[in-house]
């Protein structure tokens, strides 16, 4: 239960952040977007980041406005049009690439299908994620699972830090070497079933 309200103050909360942009015009929040992916640019960035977070803010709300259509503002130098939303690809590597590919940072469809990348990027990212896949169901096993561990709090302890330490792995090795394609690319640095936290993951 305290979870739950926990994760509702905080939906309110962001949902303040955003009110300040609803008061930007549309030419305003173009500018803002595209200034601010000159920022991001030419980095790996986690998605608990600050500027990131108030990006994702504004760029969602550019979506619902149809910012990018309007072509109010040039794309900024370095990036290529998205084919899900036609706003510049910015994209968002998650545990779930495989299944997912890389997610689109301003409609949250799949930007990249992940049969789309490079095939030695496709290797690199199985061989991670199949080795991420059962240490994040830990979070999810039923009661004759958790019974079977005989220890299930270690169990799932042990998970969590498995977690952490892929996904400090996946920032080191694997989300870097995206930017040879992309400008700039934001990764999940949480697992919010294993209560992995972004100050949990140490870079």
């Known amino acids: 239960m305290a979870d739950t309200k926990e994760e509702s103050a905080l939906d309110k909360l962001w949902q303040e952040y955003a009110r300040n942009f ?25 998605l608990s980041h600050p500027l990131v977070g108030a990006y994702r803010l504004g760029s969602q709300l550019a979506h619902d406005r149809q910012i990018w259509l309007k072509r109010l503002v040039n794309m900024p ?34 930007a990249i299908p992940f049969d789309q990348l490079p095939a030695a990027v496709q290797t690199r990212f199985r061989t991670w994620a199949d080795t991420y896949g059962p240490v994040h169901d830990v979070a999810h096993w039923d009661d004759r699972q958790r019974r079977k561990s005989r220890d299930y709090e270690s169990a799932f302890e042990n998970a969590a830090q498995k977690a952490e330490e892929l996904l400090a792995e996946a920032a080191h090795d694997l989300v870097p070497g995206l930017l040879e394609t992309f400008p700039a690319v934001v990764w999940e640095d949480q697992d919010e ?4 936290r972004p100050e949990d993951i140490t870079l």
């Open 193 to 196: 079933c294993l209560e992995v």
């Open 22 to 46: 609803r008061d930007f015009d549309d030419l305003t929040l173009a500018r803002w977007c595209s200034q601010t992916l000159g920022q991001l640019h030419g980095r790996a960035w986690r």
């Open 77 to 110: 130098a370095g990036y290529v049009e998205a084919a899900c939303c036609r706003a510049p690809l910015l994209p968002l590597f998650t545990r779930d690439v495989v299944s997912s590919g890389l997610i689109c940072q301003h409609c949250n469809e799949t």
